[in-house]
Structures are given as C-alpha cells and as structure tokens.
C-alpha cells in the first residue's frame, strides 16, 4: 500500500513531466512553425539565385552577374535576421528537441543564421566585391603576341609544346590575372575577416571551418598526418619527373627546371611521363555519350541532366567546370568546356558524380536537409567516378580496346594514377597552408608565402627575382574560400568508398582492375547509403553507416602511397 508521502512524490513527478512535455511541445511548435515560414521564403531566393547565377557562368554580362550579386544578397538578408536568430537561439538553448529530424534542422539552420551576428552591410558588401572579381576571371583571356587565348589552349600550350621559352611566355602571361584582382582579394579577405570577427571567430578561415562542421584542429592534424604520409614517396615521384624532363627538354640539369616545364599552371596535376597516351583513346570519342552511358549502367542515368547542361567552351563563358542544383528537386546541371582528352574525360566523370550524388537525394527530406552531408562528400563520389577516366579496365569496358591492349598499358596507367594522387596531394597542401596563412594575416607578404609552400611542398624552384602576386591567378581562393581542405579529403572517402564497393557490393577481392562498369548493385548502394540520407546525418556519421568505419586515410594510404 502506498505511503501518503509516496502519492504526494508521484503527484509531483507527474505534474513536472506534464509540464515538462508541455514545454517540449511548445518549442517544438514553435520550431516547426519557424521552418515552415523560413522554407516559404528561402526556397523560392534559393531557387532564383541559384538560377541567376547560372546563367552569369554561362553569359558572361555585367547584367547577368548583377542579378546574380542581387538574389545572393536577398539570401545574405534572409539569414541576417536578428529577430529570426534569437529564435532559434532561445529553441536551441532550451535543450527541449528531441525529435532526431526536427534536431539536426535545428542545427543546420542555427549555424547558417549564425551570420545574424555579422554587419549586413558588410556581408553584402563581400558579395558584392566577389561578383566584381568573378567577372575579371570570367572574361580574362591569356594573351600571347597579340593572340588570346583560352584556358584549354593554354594548357594544352604547356602540356605539349618542349620549347622552354614558349612555355615560359605562355605561363607568364596567364600569371597576368593576379595583379588584375590581388588587391581586390586582399580587401575581400579582410573583409570576411571582419564579419568573422563579429561572429566571434578567429578569423574567417577558422569560420568556414567550424560553420561547415568541421573542426579546425582536426583539419590541420588531418594534413599534418597526410603530409608525413606523402612526403617520401612523392619526393621520389618528383624525381622521377623532374629526370624525364631533364631528357625531354635537352637540359643540362634538374636545377634548369621551372614551374612552367611541368605542364600546367599550378603543378597540380601529374604530367604526361610515362609511356602510356591516354588522350589517344578519347580524341575521337564523344565524352558525353561516353559519361552518359557509364552512369547508365550503374543505374544512375544522367540523360535529362545532360540536356540542361551546357558542356562546350564560348565566349564569356566561365572556363572551368562546376555541378549545381537549381532547385533541390532535380533541376541539376553541369559546366564544362569539353575538348576530346583525357583530362575532359576525367572532369565529364566528376562533375556527373556530383550531379547524381545531387539527383538522388531524397527529396522528401526537408529542404535545408537536401545537400550532401558534407562538402567533401559529394567531392569523393566525383573523385572516384573520375579516376577511372585512366583506368584500364574502365578504357577496355567502356572504349573497346582488347585485353592485350589492356595490359599493354595497365601498369603505367597505374603508375600513372598513383602520380596524379601524390602531385595532387602535394598541391593542395600547399592551397590549405596559404588560406589559412592567408587569413591569419593578410598583410603578410602572400608573393612571398605562396613560393614558399610550392617550394616545400611541391619541391617546385621559385623564377628568380619574381615577385607577383602568383596566388592570385588561382580563381579558388577568391570564389571558393577556404574550400580547397575538401578536394583532399574528399580524394581519402572516395578510396574508403571504392575499397568497400569492390569488397561488399561488386565482392571481388581484385581491387586493381574495377571499373564498376554495368554494374548497377554500384548505384543502388550509393543511392541507398550515401546519396538519399542528404544531410540528415552528421558527416562522419553518414560515412560510418555507409563504410562500417568513419573517415580514415588507411584506404588512400594503402591505395596509392604504400
């Protein structure tokens, strides 16, 4: 029988718990209200600034871009609200959510309104002056005795031509961008220094770190881990290099090497030193039917995307290469420049990956949830679908060439990969090492730093007496700040991802010769694991449901170094 002090604590319990409940679905009504709001205002500025900006890419016009810096700057105004911050500050706060979805909005949302803190006037200012610089970007020409040129000519300048001074004069004039927009950049980046501040951060690169969820420290760490990994056997690698070039050029030394004698711009991909030409199989090819056909078979069809893309070089048109989403329910479309090679093979295979990791998000999630789970993680889908534009298996299944053939050129394609990975690898060391440099203090003589780390990290020679603002002419570091950490890291999931494909979906322990052609087991694991969750999980989270083990540099490691 119960003790009268027994019922009094019973009563009590039960009136805290209803009053508890109470206040739970009080905040939970009140979040549901605010998103069902939020979403009838952000979607449709989604939606036109992702539209507008798009048609800036493809144009070129001052006016395109203008309607571009316009829509941006409605968004920048939407996650300014004061007002709607508190709100959601006083609902995070309380600790009351417990429903899993309804959390993670909360969350993905209280980091982007996070900007409330920040001066409006100064974040659409830094709007502002990036469109400014993009258009410079946009429509530079590299200019060469009178001629412009385009970026695929110049690459292709640098990556064929073995006279030393042609190859000089053409890079020297592409560095001809930096001190076109260098100042620009500079008062941009001080300026995201500043709304960073008011935010209560360091400074802005220790803010996109932490507002993409991502810990800063873990990043460095994560390098540093990834630099020690690297450094030997791409020591040897640059060896190797820079004697085939010693031969190629007719040089006395490798002390007579250049950066321009590496045949791209920035060093950041393998050239061409092993006897295998693999722009031999794709000068005659369509790389559209080819891209389309491979996702085909994997049971991710590309066709309907394919037809809004726009996929050849123009005047105006921004030259490089980019997936976007125009409306998160499967308006997805590609930029490319194609020209028959290799490297546009490659770049088709990419973009397409994050284009079908974009079309197969759930769309029943909420909107703020239809993005992959992070940045890097639709970087490694494009990443591993990209490689295999040098894959031999994939060139037998997908070109036709014979098994002979096959293994004719299987080593050195090998070879070959291993190198774009370790050239890579090396590049962005040097791309995260400067942003985060560079914001540290942007008063410091960046001419100076960039050299530094190309030398340390790519063992590249400084030109001597140059002091230009070479950093400059890499368009990433105005438009895509503090963004470069995820191509390496996105290069780490996509081996992590292809080890456990080719062991647990394809079930095959020959982890050389896989090119997931025509299987469409490959898609429906994607699909299933990786592409519909969205951002409904943490990323780490995403990627140990979908792998067994969160993200670890062992597969890439194992892949390409060891």
Same mark, same amino acid.
């Given at each position: 029988m119960k003790t009268i002090k027994t019922m009094v604590l019973l009563l009590t319990g039960v009136a805290l718990l209803t009053g508890c409940q109470s206040k739970q679905e009080k905040m939970k009504k009140e979040l549901v209200g605010f998103i069902k709001k939020f979403d009838s205002v952000?979607?449709?500025?989604? %939606?036109?600034?992702?539209? /507008?900006?798009?048609?800036? /890419?493809?144009?070129g016009k001052p006016e395109d871009f203008k309607k571009a810096e316009e829509s941006q700057m409605k968004i920048?105004?939407?996650?300014?609200? +004061? +007002?709607?911050?508190? +709100?959601l500050d006083s609902i995070k706060v309380s600790g009351m959510i417990?429903?899993?979805?309804?959390?993670? %909005?909360l969350d993905v949302l209280f980091r982007q309104f996070l900007m409330a803190k920040a001066d409006t006037a100064k974040l659409n200012a830094t709007v502002r002056m990036q469109s400014q610089i993009e258009q410079k970007y946009g429509n530079f020409r590299t200019e060469v005795k009178g001629k412009k040129l385009t970026d695929n000519e110049v690459e292709d300048i640098l990556k064929h031509s073995k006279n030393v001074n042609e190859q000089k004069e053409v890079w020297t004039a592409q560095k001809k961008i930096g001190p076109l927009v260098s100042s620009d950049i500079i008062a941009l980046v001080k300026k995201r220094n500043e709304i960073a501040k008011d935010m209560g951060f360091t400074n802005y690169h220790e803010m996109s770190l932490t507002l993409s969820e991502e810990d800063p420290n873990m990043i460095s760490q994560l390098f540093d881990e990834l630099d020690n990994l690297t450094k030997k056997s791409f020591t040897q690698v640059k060896g190797d290099i820079d004697e085939y070039f010693v031969k190629y050029y007719g040089l006395k030394? +490798?002390?007579?090497?250049?950066?321009?004698?590496y045949q791209n711009r920035f060093f950041q991909e393998a050239p061409k030193i092993y006897e295998v030409d693999l722009d031999q199989f794709y000068k005659d090819k369509n790389l559209e039917t080819l891209t389309a056909s491979f996702y085909s078979g994997i049971g991710l069809p590309i066709d309907d995307m394919i037809k809004k893309s726009d996929l050849y070089p123009k005047p105006g048109k921004n030259q490089h290469a980019f997936c976007t989403d125009l409306n998160n329910e499967?308006?997805?479309?590609?930029l490319c420049n194609i020209a028959p090679n290799q490297m546009w093979m490659n770049t088709m295979l990419h973009e397409?990956?994050? /284009?079908?990791?974009?079309?197969?998000?759930?769309?029943t999630l909420p909107f703020i949830l239809?993005?992959?789970?992070?940045?890097f993680t639709t970087e490694a889908i494009a990443m591993m679908f990209g490689r295999f534009s040098s894959n031999p298996q994939w060139i037998k299944e997908m070109i036709g060439i014979s098994e002979e053939e096959k293994m004719k050129i299987a080593d050195n394609c090998f070879k070959t990969l291993r190198m774009e990975q370790l050239v890579f690898s090396r590049w962005a060391q040097v791309m995260y090492r400067f942003e985060k440099s560079m914001y540290a203090n942007p008063n410091q003589d960046l001419n100076k730093l960039w050299w530094d780390l190309a030398e340390k990290y790519q063992l590249l020679k400084r030109p001597e007496g140059r002091n230009e603002p070479d950093w400059a002419t890499k368009i990433h570091?105005?438009?895509?700040?503090?963004? @470069?950490?995820? @191509?390496?890291?996105?290069?780490?999931?996509?081996? %992590?991802?292809?080890? @456990?494909?080719?062991?647990?979906v394809v079930k095959s322990e020959d982890y050389k010769f896989q090119s997931f052609a025509g299987k469409k087991d490959v898609g429906t694991y994607l699909k299933d694991n990786v592409f519909m969750p969205g951002s409904k999980y943490y990323w780490n989270d995403m990627i140990e449901k979908a792998t067994g083990e969160k993200l670890t540099p062992k597969y890439y490691a194992k892949q390409f170094v060891n």
């Open positions: 952000y979607i449709p500025l989604y %939606q036109e600034s992702a539209l /507008a900006s798009w048609n800036a /890419a493809i144009s920048v105004q939407l996650f300014a609200d +004061k +007002k709607a911050f508190h +709100k417990t429903d899993s979805l309804l959390l993670r %909005q030394s +490798k002390d007579e090497l250049m950066p321009w004698n499967g308006d997805v479309r590609v397409f990956g994050h /284009a079908v990791y974009d079309k197969n998000i759930d769309n239809r993005d992959p789970a992070q940045t570091i105005a438009s895509y700040p503090c963004y @470069y950490h995820n @191509y390496l890291m996105g290069e780490l999931l996509a081996s %992590q991802l292809y080890f @456990y494909i080719v062991k647990n």
